[in-house]
């Protein structure tokens, strides 16, 4: 097999990255749908509060087995690869799946990059549906992305996400004209 990315797609987003793409992003900064994690110990802990982020705001990309070097010229990225990448992959997927972990199951995409045998994996989290995403069966435990980071979302911040997630569930369960007319002249 040439150098070509072996790509292994699991999920029901149709969001694609390319090998190329990758290494495009890489030599941008981090921002509000890319983030880079090392990985080299396994799944990151630090990996769940970017899934929620992502769930609630606008989706974005996560890549494993990916070093940021940081200096004062700004940062690099140095590919190490996942360890034991099949073992990571089911975790991850089993993970995601979880209701143990995360109140609704993340429908994630993830792909597998060889990079001179080493393995790195893109995941894409798509926004979601179902807002607040959070983690651990505590609401106190819901993110956002700001920037290029994770922030734990504060009680206006998850009003807001409660407020919009029952919105579009009138409208999609055949909310009606009434409930706009009342949620429109609430806020005027």
């Known amino acids: ?20 793409e990758l290494f495009q992003r890489l030599s941008n900064i981090e921002w509000d749908d890319f983030e880079v994690k090392e990985a080299s110990g396994g799944l990151p802990k630090s990996m769940w509060e970017t899934v929620s982020a992502f769930s609630n ?14 200096d004062k010229n700004g940062s690099t990225y140095i590919v190490n690869g996942v360890p034991n990448a099949e073992k990571m ?19 994630a995409k993830i792909e597998s990059f ?22 651990n069966n505590n609401l106190s435990n819901t993110y956002i992305r ?3 980071g994770d922030q734990r979302a504060t009680d206006i911040e998850i009003g807001i ?10 409208i999609g369960n ?14 005027n």
């Open 1 to 20: 097999m040439e150098n070509a990315a072996r790509v292994r797609n699991f999920a029901y987003n149709t969001t694609d990255m390319t090998k190329e």
């Open 57 to 70: 705001t606008v989706g974005g990309w996560i890549i494993l087995g990916v070093k940021e070097m940081r």
């Open 89 to 107: 992959e089911q975790d991850l997927t089993s993970t995601l799946r979880s209701s143990s972990k995360f109140n609704i199951p993340i429908l």
């Open 114 to 135: 060889d990079f001179d045998g080493k393995i790195v994996f893109a995941i894409h989290i798509p926004p979601s549906d179902s807002k607040p995403v959070y983690m």
């Open 146 to 148: 700001v920037g290029s």
């Open 161 to 170: 996400l409660l407020r919009e997630k029952n919105f579009w569930q009138q």
């Open 174 to 187: 055949g909310g009606s004209w009434n409930f706009i007319r009342r949620f429109k002249y609430q806020f």
